[in-house]
């Protein structure tokens, strides 16, 4: 009677994707304690497995594949997480930055550009 360990006994691919899963919990607590250097790293690891799934993918099995689609969910959480906190700091810096910006018009803001009066005529 053999033993083999669970990890022998998974697929490629299911290895493949329980690592992205990782680097995605990874992610989002670097993204809650906006960590940029570990976010980072993430996205570079993401990259990585992203490839190897895309090598993988012709040998997927079924299981493989509903796998794939709770690890899209997954990325997904992430990317609005990650979107929310992009926004949040451009918000943030926005306060700190003057109000006009080159390229944008805002009809109902008040310029915060000077005015010159010629009073002469």
């Known amino acids: 009677m053999k ?3 669970q990890a022998a006994e998974q697929s490629k691919m299911q290895q493949t994707i329980q690592a992205f899963e990782r680097v995605l919990e990874e992610e989002r607590l670097a993204l809650h304690r906006l960590d940029r250097p570990a976010i980072e790293a993430a996205l ?6 992203s490839e190897e799934l895309v090598a993988q993918k012709r040998a997927a099995t079924r299981g493989d594949m509903l796998l794939l689609s709770a690890l899209d969910g997954k990325i997904r959480r992430n990317h609005l997480l990650l979107s929310h906190a992009r926004s ?3 918000g943030i810096v926005s306060l700190f930055q ?6 944008y ?4 803001r008040p310029s915060a ?3 010159r009066l010629n009073l002469r005529g």
Request: aromatic share 4%; with cysteine; glycine share 4%.
């Open 44 to 49: 570079v690891r993401k990259v990585q497995l």
């Open 3 to 5: 033993h083999t360990s």
């Open 113 to 115: 550009a000077p005015v």
């Open 98 to 103: 003057p109000q006009e910006s080159v390229g």
């Open 88 to 90: 949040c700091l451009s």
């Open 105 to 108: 018009f805002d009809a109902h």
